[in-house]
Nanobody, 127 residues
Framework: QVQLVESGGGLVQAGGSLRLSCAASGGTFSHYDMGWFRQAPGKEREFVAIVSWSGASTLYADSVKGRFTISRENAKNTVNLQMNSLKPEDTAVYYC????????????????????WGQGTQVTVSS
């Protein structure tokens, strides 16, 4: 299984930006579709974005479309989430997750298709 470690979270004012990164080790990174999820206090974890194993395709939740950008660097075994125009409602713990190539893309919002998860990084957006 691949191990995933997120970084880049923190406290930011509304309208600001943050860039999250997820470093992978122990697997063949280029074989995985990579997703980002988030969980706000008192709420269920929700899908944020996914990038296909090749990086050619991306998909976003409606709530972040146009503000967040997911990207990957297979040579560096990393996936990133650039978050702009942040809102207080973006406050959550953000998780990256890996799914076998194709499986994640077919059903990106289903958590059970992701076989590996990071520990999460906290993002707090103040108003």
């Amino acid at each position: 299984q691949v191990q995933l470690v997120e970084s880049g979270g923190g406290l930011v004012q509304a309208g600001g930006s943050l860039r999250l990164s997820c470093a992978a080790s122990g697997g063949t990174f280029s074989h995985y579709d990579m997703g980002w999820f988030r969980q706000a206090p008192g709420k269920e974890r929700e899908f944020v974005a996914i990038v296909s194993w090749s990086g050619a395709s991306t998909l976003y939740a409606d709530s972040v479309k146009g503000r967040f950008t997911i990207s990957r660097e297979n040579a560096k075994n990393t996936v990133n989430l650039q978050m702009n125009s942040l809102k207080p409602e973006d406050t959550a713990v953000y998780y990256c997750a890996a799914a076998f190539g194709g499986a994640g893309w077919r059903t990106p919002r289903r958590e059970d298709v992701y076989h590996s998860w990071g520990q999460g990084t906290q993002v707090t957006v103040s108003s």
